[in-house]
């Protein structure tokens, strides 16, 4: 089993919708969660970070962990076309630092 | 601020040629200095990281290794390419091991 698994999609919505990207994990040691967005050929860059349980709210981003479900989320709402790109949960004993361990993206597609 | 360097952007090599990708910060001291390759579909893998000047840790035994001449210069090499050496290299930093990271614009490595 994958320690982080991330559905790699693609996943096709239509502009101004709702969109939820999800994660699972199976090491209960993680404490801090990362979304990055990595557009074609280019470097992931970070979105958002939480640290344990809760949520975390950036504009049209949020970010939710449930712990006790090893299961986090971002959500997008109103998305545009311009959100376009692949989205890399990650997560860490620390945030960033050694061992961060990096989900397989999913692939978001926002049509006008 | 702190911006990272990262060339060339794209590279195609023949197999047993050698390799040296190069990664530089600015505007910051001392920084944990980190290479991954991004294989399509499976996420980040970390190849090295650095704490310091000539501090190399690998994290996955393989045909390449790195350096760190200068506090901020991280350098990723082969001696002798292989086709599996293809991939999209990712140079990061963080200011601590415990704090989020942040990535190049990755090299797109092709052996042929």
């Known amino acids: 089993q994958k320690e982080v698994e991330q559905d790699p999609g693609p996943l096709s919505v239509p502009e101004g919708a709702i969109v939820s990207l999800n994660c699972t994990y199976s090491?209960?040691?993680?404490?801090?969660f990362m979304w990055y967005r990595q557009y074609s050929r280019k470097g992931p860059e970070l979105l958002m970070y939480t640290y344990s349980s809760g949520n975390k709210e950036d504009g049209r981003f949020t970010a939710q962990v449930d712990k006790s479900s090893k299961y986090i989320s971002l959500f997008i709402r109103d998305s545009q076309p311009s959100d376009s790109a692949t989205y890399l949960c990650?997560?860490?004993?620390?945030?960033?630092?050694?061992?961060?361990?990096f989900g397989a993206g999913t692939r978001l597609f926002v049509k006008a | 601020s702190q911006t990272i360097h990262q060339w060339p952007a794209t590279l195609v090599q023949p197999v047993g040629s050698p390799l040296s990708l190069e990664c530089t910060v600015e505007?910051?001291?001392?920084?944990?200095l980190y290479w991954y390759r991004q294989a399509a579909g499976r996420g980040l893998q970390l190849l090295f990281y650095s704490i310091g000047i000539d501090q190399i840790s690998s994290e996955v035994p393989q045909n390449l290794s790195a350096s760190r001449p200068q506090d901020r210069q991280f350098i990723l090499s082969s001696k002798k390419l292989l086709l599996s050496d293809s991939g999209f290299y990712l140079c990061?930093?963080?200011?601590?091991?415990?704090?989020?990271?942040?990535f190049g614009q990755g090299t797109r490595l092709t052996v042929v």
């Open positions: 505007g910051t001291s001392n920084p944990n």
């Open positions: 990650a997560m860490s004993q620390n945030t960033g630092g050694f061992k961060t361990i």
């Open positions: 990061a930093w963080s200011q601590f091991s415990n704090t989020e990271a942040f």
């Open positions: 090491n209960s040691a993680f404490q801090y």
